[in-house]
């Protein structure tokens, strides 16, 4: 009979510490289960950036635009010319996104900014390229730097008001839009053969929920990126304007 009494005291004492390790398990996976808890609800409060090709252009250039801030080296020494080709060579996804409509600008544009790639291992700035050029008296010859640069300026700003035409209006095919911002930046240089051909692949522009598919934008982001780019880009083509016009150079061509 003692001998059983023992024998249900040591089971009872068994249980107990089990029961004991039960709790102590479930009181660590609780305390597991909190702070996966508190993870997710870190990754869903501040989500990782994600890089568009938007997004990289316009950051691109609001770093060439504080370059143009007063104080800057840049009033003095003059705008590097490999740090513009560095933000300039991006923008040549958008006229991709953009379709055949502007193909002819986007061969344009590629074909400038690598001649002015390859003109920056030599050249130190903006100003460097058009002294030599007025030197010659070869700005407004083509294949000179000079005029590639003005062509890689027009591009810039066909992209600012191609952008802001869009904001402009809410319409699913972005032809007006389209058709408003190369006749009011590029269609006065283009040849009539050049200017018919853009005119007619409007037609073939992508509507507007595909472009912000190709840009991996919501209408959200695309707006407030496009308004970054053209804030941006403004001073940037101003500041090209400026050399012209100091160095008498009329910008009709």
């Given at each position: 009979?003692?001998?059983?009494s023992?024998e249900?005291?040591?089971?009872s ?9 039960e709790e102590?398990?479930?009181k660590?996976?609780e305390e597991?289960?909190?702070?996966d808890?508190f993870?997710d ?17 316009t ?8 370059l143009l ?7 003095e020494?003059g ?7 560095g933000?300039c060579?991006?923008v040549?996804?958008?006229f991709?996104c953009?379709g055949?409509?502007?193909?002819f600008?986007?061969m344009?544009?590629v ?5 002015l790639?390859e003109?920056?291992?030599?050249f130190?700035?903006?100003q460097?390229i058009?002294?030599l050029d ?6 407004k ?5 000079s005029?590639?640069?003005?062509r ?6 066909l992209i600012?008001?191609i952008f802001?035409?869009f ?12 058709t408003?911002a190369y006749t009011?930046v ?5 040849t009539?053969?050049?200017r018919?051909?853009v005119?007619?692949?409007?037609y073939?522009l992508?509507t ?6 190709r840009?991996?934008e919501t209408d959200?982001?695309v707006?407030?990126n496009?308004r970054r780019?053209?804030e ?5 083509i ?10 008498n150079i009329?910008l009709d061509?």
């Amino acid at each position: 009979m003692i001998s059983r009494s023992k024998e249900f005291s040591k089971n009872s004492a068994n249980v107990a510490k089990l029961y004991k390790k039960e709790e102590e398990r479930k009181k660590v996976m609780e305390e597991e289960e909190e702070d996966d808890t508190f993870e997710d609800a870190v990754c869903t409060t501040t989500p990782a950036k994600i890089n568009t090709p938007l997004s990289v252009i316009t950051e691109a250039f609001e770093d060439l635009a504080d370059l143009l801030k007063p104080a800057s080296s840049v009033e003095e020494d003059g705008l590097r010319l490999d740090a513009f080709c560095g933000a300039c060579t991006h923008v040549a996804i958008l006229f991709s996104c953009l379709g055949f409509a502007f193909k002819f600008a986007e061969m344009e544009y590629v074909s400038k900014v690598k001649d002015l790639v390859e003109a920056s291992k030599t050249f130190d700035t903006l100003q460097n390229i058009l002294d030599l050029d007025v030197e010659k008296e070869t700005v407004k010859t083509p294949g000179s730097h000079s005029r590639n640069l003005r062509r890689v300026r027009q591009g810039l700003d066909l992209i600012r008001a191609i952008f802001e035409q869009f904001l402009m209006t809410d319409e699913y095919s972005l032809k007006d839009a389209a058709t408003t911002a190369y006749t009011e930046v590029c269609a006065p240089f283009h040849t009539w053969a050049v200017r018919t051909a853009v005119y007619a692949g409007m037609y073939t522009l992508p509507t507007r929920d595909q472009l912000l598919l190709r840009l991996n934008e919501t209408d959200q982001s695309v707006e407030k990126n496009m308004r970054r780019y053209m804030e941006a880009s403004r001073p940037i083509i101003e500041y090209i304007d400026k050399l012209y016009i100091e160095r008498n150079i009329t910008l009709d061509w």
